[in-house]
């Protein structure tokens, strides 16, 4: 029984016998899928789930070539291309043995950066959430939400700390930094001293 493959967008149809069977990622293109004779559909999966295995790897590698990541996103874009959850299992758990995928140390590098960045703790748990990331993984990281306000307005709002700035810098300052995701009685206490 001879594969024909058929480029779709950015996947390919794999045909058997000129039935559509599997559609699979635009990576499989450089594997030699289409030279293969099988005799049958179980005869195709059998040989084809060692080299989704390392196109997988491969298509993950090369998305943290370009940046860091945590597991769940990395995990949830290889589902859209359409990985079997075999391959993605095994993909992660072979990135993690290899030290390339570590998730404490990427939260740990988000929160820091989002905090030097002068965000509060509602705005990094939201991008966090946007990741995938847990709350709980997050809110481990927060030392206090006061040393990082502190920060931002010596940084960016020094007009709050002068004696005679007018009412209205004053209360513009304040709405910028409760916008930002900060507790109006935060910034009143820090404001005050406290």
Known sequence: MRLTCEKVKDFVEISLE???????????????LTSWDVLSR???FERFWPVER???LQVALNKLSRKSMYSKALECQLDTLLFSEQARHFTLGELERLGMLDDTDFVTHFVEKLKRQGKSERQIL?????LG?????????????????RRLIEKKYP??????????????????????GFSSSLITCILNGG
Not at 126 to 130: D, R, T
């Open 18 to 32: 000129g039935e559509l069977f599997v559609t699979v990622h635009r990576a499989f293109l450089k594997s030699n």
């Open 42 to 44: 179980e005869d195709f």
């Open 54 to 56: 390392r196109v997988c």
């Open 126 to 130: 939201f991008k966090a959430h946007q």
């Open 133 to 149: 990331i847990p709350s709980s993984e997050v809110k481990r990281h927060f030392g206090g939400e006061e040393e990082t306000l």
């Open 159 to 180: 007009i709050l700390l002068e004696k005679g700035a007018s009412i209205i810098q004053k209360q513009k300052a304040m709405r910028a930094l409760f916008m930002r």
